[in-house]
Nanobody
Framework: QVQLQESGPGLVKPSQTLSLTCTVS??????????WAWIRQPPGKGLEWMGA???????YYSPSLKSRTSISRDTSKNQFTLQLSSVTPEDTAVYFC??????????????WGKGTLVTVSS
C-alpha cells in the first residue's frame, strides 16, 4: 500500500515561494513507470494538475504554471518537492501529492495524499 503525505507551511505571504514536500512510503519514487504529481484545488473550484516528476527524474509542468513551478526529488528520502514562486491569493488551495500513471492529467492517479491547505495572505 503506497502512502503519500504532504508537509509544509499552511500560510505563505504574497510574492513569496510556496514550498511543499511529499513523503512517500510503501513504494519507491524511482519505480517504473510512475509519475509523482502535484495537484491542487482552490476553494470552490475543480482540481488542477500542476506538474509531475517521473520515475526517471524528468519533470513535466502545466503550461499555465510552468514559469513559476519547480518539482524536484530526493531519492534517498523517497520525497519529492513542489516550489511555486511569486504566489498570489489566487494560489490559495488544497495541495495534493499523488502517484499517477500518466503526466498531464489526474485521471490515472491511483494513490493520493490527504492534501494540505495553503493560504496565501499577508
Amino acid at each position: 500500500q503506497v502512502q503519500l503525505q504532504e508537509s509544509g507551511p499552511g500560510l505563505v505571504k504574497p510574492s513569496q515561494t510556496l514550498s511543499l514536500t511529499c513523503t512517500v512510503s510503501g513504494g519507491s519514487i524511482t519505480t517504473n513507470y510512475y509519475y509523482w504529481a502535484w495537484i491542487r484545488q482552490p476553494p470552490g473550484k475543480g482540481l488542477e494538475w500542476m506538474g509531475a516528476i517521473a520515475y526517471s527524474g524528468s519533470t513535466y509542468y502545466s503550461p499555465s504554471l510552468k514559469s513559476r513551478t519547480s518539482i524536484s526529488r530526493d531519492t534517498s528520502k523517497n520525497q519529492f518537492t513542489l516550489q511555486l514562486s511569486s504566489v498570489t491569493p489566487e494560489d490559495t488551495a488544497v495541495y495534493f501529492c499523488a502517484r499517477d500513471r500518466l503526466w498531464g492529467s489526474y485521471s490515472e492517479v491511483d494513490y493520493w495524499g490527504k492534501g494540505t491547505l495553503v493560504t496565501v495572505s499577508s
